[in-house]
């Protein structure tokens, strides 16, 4: 089966399910939101959105109906094991209308790494959903499965993410943005730099560089006084040069404090 693939980046959102009871419970701190996003963030792409869901068969099955019709690239971290509270391959199986067999690929891969230790239980860890593919396991070849840019990998990130990384390379380099992004930002304090003031601003900015992100990050204190607003844009960084000195001129003009992100604060222009 070869998977599908959108034809431009700006066309394709890239998403995550992160599954397990056990990180929603807090008894582990999810590793998976914060490594796809930087792989996909290395490769000029952008993680559109994430969920997290419980060991809850319905419900996963319901998440997957939803990301399998939008079309999304969705990488799906967790519940693919052989133990009863492991749900994902069924899940799968369930939103794509299929039922669960020995995939002839996995099972090759269980054979290699046990031998004539492989058992019925080992077996299980190859049935996945009928016609998928394996996304292969480097690290100990119990592979995952991938259909429709969707990819079950385990919930392991030793395992995991050298299986996304995989996936990402393999299927989505023509997608992958060559030109380095980078993000510049300033911090504005004073009475009139808060968002709603700027709005005008940013709308320009938006209209006028309409592949940058535009972005403002108001802090407010323990207080609860607002201290200062972030204001930047990311992407190519030509345009963000160009963008940030518009924004620049416009702050100085209007009397508003501002300094570099991480540099010492400057006056305002008289």
């Known amino acids: 089966m070869t998977a599908s693939v959108s034809q431009t980046a ?3 959102r890239f998403g995550a399910l992160i599954i397990g009871d056990e990180i929603l419970s807090g008894k582990r701190v999810d590793a998976h939101f914060k490594k796809i996003a930087s ?5 000029g792409l952008r993680l559109s959105w994430v969920q997290y869901l419980g060991d809850e068969r319905a419900r996963i099955a319901d998440a997957l109906r939803r990301s399998l019709a939008a079309g999304d690239v969705v990488f799906s971290f967790g519940g693919i094991g052989n133990t009863p509270d492991d749900h994902t391959r069924q899940a799968a199986a369930e939103a794509l209308g299929v039922d669960l067999v020995l995939q002839p ?4 891969e269980l054979r290699a790494r046990f031998g004539d230790d492989v058992s019925d239980v080992r077996l299980q860890l190859a049935t996945f959903p009928r016609g998928v593919d394996i996304v292969p396991n480097p690290f100990n070849r119990i592979a995952g499965f991938r259909v429709r840019d969707h990819y079950f990998l385990p919930g392991f990130p030793q395992m995991a993410h050298p299986m996304a990384e995989w996936a990402l390379d393999t299927f989505y380099a023509h997608l992958f ?17 808060y968002e709603s003031a700027l709005l005008d601003l940013m709308e320009r900015i938006v209209a006028d560089y309409p592949t940058l992100r535009l972005f403002s990050l108001p802090s407010v204190g323990d207080d609860g ?3 200062h607003l972030e204001l930047g844009v990311e992407g190519e960084a030509a345009l963000v040069d160009r963008a940030m000195e518009e924004i620049r001129v416009e ?4 009397g508003i404090v501002w300094r570099w992100r991480d540099q010492g604060w400057s006056k305002p222009v008289a």
């Open 225 to 227: 006084k607002r201290r």
């Open 39 to 43: 792989l996909l963030g290395e490769r």
């Open 251 to 254: 702050v100085e003009r209007r």
């Open 10 to 12: 700006q066309a394709t």
């Open 105 to 108: 690929e996995a099972e090759r």
């Open 177 to 193: 943005n060559r030109t380095p992004m980078i993000d510049k930002a300033f911090m504005l304090t004073g009475p009139t730099a």
